[in-house]
């Protein structure tokens, strides 16, 4: 039998009908076909090979087609494969929302499901606008980090910070407060920059990346300064939705971002690797108190936001498997493991000269090349070209490289990794 699709011209067909996100495609180069992913490594049409430093965008971090799971959601397959989650129920989603609640943080009581990050936090923005709302409250104003990044849809947008991704958009937000993170240094004026916010009792939830924000270059922040505005937040009755679809599931060396600071969210949005890089899902889990402010004789106090897919059975077995190795000795072992690596890495990188913010947390570790940059342009780009080059799948943001790398990586791959880092610092 021929093959229904012919592997070297996938580049010039992909150009007739597809659109890609994130990209400018007047001025962007070809789309790279990749024709297979196994553990930590993905190949190319040409059969050259990539090792997934980034874990391909946060998901798969136990490798990719991890026989475990694959088993797992190929026997889900032929057993129930779809089906309606309001009015009926099945066994993997109540097995996973047993699992989750053994890793999440104690407070966490309650799941909904979506089906990405978006509409993960789009739900977690929902319930707390919603929540005052049936409380008789008039809070309707939402308090974000500036450069915060919470995905594409209406709420989502309108919470992140302005940028090339939501600017088209902003006549159409809802409405929404911003504070700067903080990095130590500043944590009293932020608390007082806060306060100024908060002062009318208009703001009904803040939302935030715990300690880690991904898209705005793997910022970090104080965990001391993060507490303090959780507390502040907390003391006027304003919801705390941690947005954990980045850094949740272990990479910050913890299950959650959450884990490392003492004051609880209310609300946690979850998705990427929740299911392992191997089907969409997303989750938003929530507090009895958050739930119980729903639960009414009254209709409309109801939680009326439901997506088809939701609590899919296969991507429920995927994120049951996820969980189950995520919890197992071995995984558990190769997260220290990385992370004490990737900290010896940052100890020998701040003593080059060329280079500055050395960090590391868990499995991700990131830096700044000291060169000008605006974050889209072209030394992106040609960071980019230079990794893939050598066989290692990055994605810089502006002049920050990190990594993310699965936890199954071996020394070896670690390696090489670290290796082309400090080749490009050379070069560049
Ligand atoms: C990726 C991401 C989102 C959006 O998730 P999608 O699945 O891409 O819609 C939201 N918040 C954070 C912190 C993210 O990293």
């Given at each position: 039998m021929r093959d229904i699709v012919e592997k070297s011209d996938l580049t010039e067909r992909d150009k007739k009908h597809l659109w890609h996100p994130?990209?400018?495609?007047?001025t962007s180069a070809d789309m790279l076909p990749i024709i297979q992913a196994k553990g930590c490594t993905l190949t190319d049409d040409q059969g050259k090979e990539y090792i997934d430093a980034i874990s391909s965008w946060y998901t798969a971090v136990y490798g990719h087609c991890n026989p475990y799971i694959t088993e797992k959601v190929a026997a889900q397959m032929t057993q129930l494969d779809q089906v309606v989650f309001s009015g009926f129920t099945h066994q993997p989603a109540i097995e996973l929302s047993e699992a989750l609640m053994k890793v999440l943080p104690e407070n966490q009581q309650k799941l909904f499901f979506n089906d990405n990050g978006s509409t993960a936090t789009e739900i977690g923005i929902k319930m707390a606008l919603q929540y005052h709302h049936n409380l008789g409250n008039d809070r309707k104003v939402m308090l974000a980090f500036e450069e915060g990044f919470h995905g594409d849809t209406f709420g989502a947008m309108s919470v992140s910070g302005l940028s090339v991704y939501n600017g088209a958009f902003e006549d159409h937000f809802i409405r929404v407060e911003r504070i700067p993170v903080p990095n130590g240094e500043n944590n009293d004026e932020v608390l007082q920059i806060l306060k100024k916010r908060i002062a009318d009792h208009s703001i009904a939830g803040f939302i935030y990346e715990p300690l880690i924000q991904g898209a705005a270059a793997m910022k970090f922040h104080d965990i001391d300064g993060l507490n303090s505005i959780l507390k502040t937040c907390r003391e006027h009755d304003i919801i705390l939705v941690a947005?954990?679809?980045?850094?949740?599931?272990?990479?910050?060396?913890?299950?959650?971002?959450?884990?490392?600071?003492?004051e609880k969210p209310d609300i946690i949005c979850m998705s990427k690797a929740l299911t392992a890089g191997l089907l969409p899902m997303g989750l938003t889990s929530c507090s009895q108190k958050i739930y119980d402010a729903f639960y009414?004789?009254?209709?409309?106090?109801?939680?009326f936001h439901g997506h088809?897919?939701?609590?899919?059975p296969l991507a429920c077995a995927a994120a049951l498997a996820g969980l189950e190795l995520l919890i197992s000795e071995e995984i558990q072992q190769n997260i220290g493991h990385i992370s004490r690596r990737n900290k010896d890495f940052c100890e020998k990188l701040?003593?080059?000269?060329?280079?500055?913010?050395v960090r590391s947390m868990g499995v991700i570790m990131a830096f700044e090349l000291n060169v000008e940059t605006?974050?889209?342009?072209?030394l992106r780009n040609q960071l980019f070209k230079f990794f893939m080059d050598k066989g290692v799948f990055l994605r810089p943001l502006g002049n920050t490289i990190y990594i993310l790398p699965?936890?199954?990586?071996s020394d070896a791959e670690l390696n090489i990794v670290y290796n082309t880092i400090e080749t490009c610092i050379s070069e560049f």
């Open positions: 994130l990209t400018q495609h007047k947005d954990e679809v980045m850094t949740g599931f272990g990479k910050t060396g913890k299950f959650f971002a959450s884990d490392h600071i003492e009414s004789d009254e209709l409309a106090k109801g939680l088809t897919y939701t609590a899919n701040k003593e080059n000269s060329k280079v500055s913010n605006d974050r889209y342009g072209s699965p936890y199954v990586i």
